[in-house]
């Protein structure tokens, strides 16, 4: 769409439209590969949007680390002489009850969830080894690496008590928390209702939480927005219903009318004087500022007087 309109004008613009398939949002950041690959170099401005139960210009969609645990016991039998084995399954049982425990100091915002992939081979056997995968999610790379440490220490701690040696490996992309554009929001929230999108209120959005996306590490290489839009379900993401809806012919409308919406404000983008530059000005503050919170600078310490200091009144 957007295309076509540059090309319906009586005089060219110089515009260069990409768009770029980007495969493994799920597992591995198919994102972060092509920003690593120099994909996103040269773009101004980038856009995408997501299905939800929603219609939102922006979600606060959380920084995200994966990590996979393993324990390395003995084996042994279960039942002759289970003393001479050393038990990779309760290493993997501590260690899930320890993140439960660890949900009392937990902030409302962080979210610690996984899976245990291997839990032994057969029940007269201590289980020489196991495996689990976790998913850690914090709204800022900050908390992230905050959360990161504590939970490590559950997984070291259930080795020690177990006598399990243990190894922690973290996945190779973390997915960052997705960075605001209150210029590009703003303009993509006029379209939308031009367009008859009713939008959820601010309220809602600053209270609620959401997933994570390799859409958040572009946003911290090129301003961008990336808006939820209602496909006329209410089930929920992830599920065979909403599977089923994505495919009606209600949702085919409702997408077609977002990616309009993104259309018609990638051209004001174009043509509306200033406004590029008020999105550049927007994502230079917001990431400046996250910036500063993930790596602040530390005061300088003052000299103490008498090492080669000068003390004056």
Known sequence: ALKAALESLA??????????????EEQGGGKIDLIKAGAFDGLDVVFMAHP????AAYLPDVAEHDVTVKYYGKASHAAAYPWEGVNALDAAVLAYNNLSVLRQQMKPTWRVHGVIKNGGVKPNIIPSYTELEFYLRAPSRKELSVLTEKVENCFKSAAVATGCKVEIKGGENDYYNVLPNKSLQKIYKENGKKLGIDFISEDAILNGLSGSTDFGNVTFVVPGIHPYFYIGSDALNHTEQYTEAAGSQTAQFYALRTAKALAMTALDVIFKPGLLEEVREDFREVKLKEEEQTNPVEPKKEPDVGEGACASH
């Open 11 to 24: 005089e060219p613009v110089a515009v260069q439209i990409t768009v770029l398939g980007t495969p493994a």
């Open 52 to 55: 939800s139960q929603e219609n």
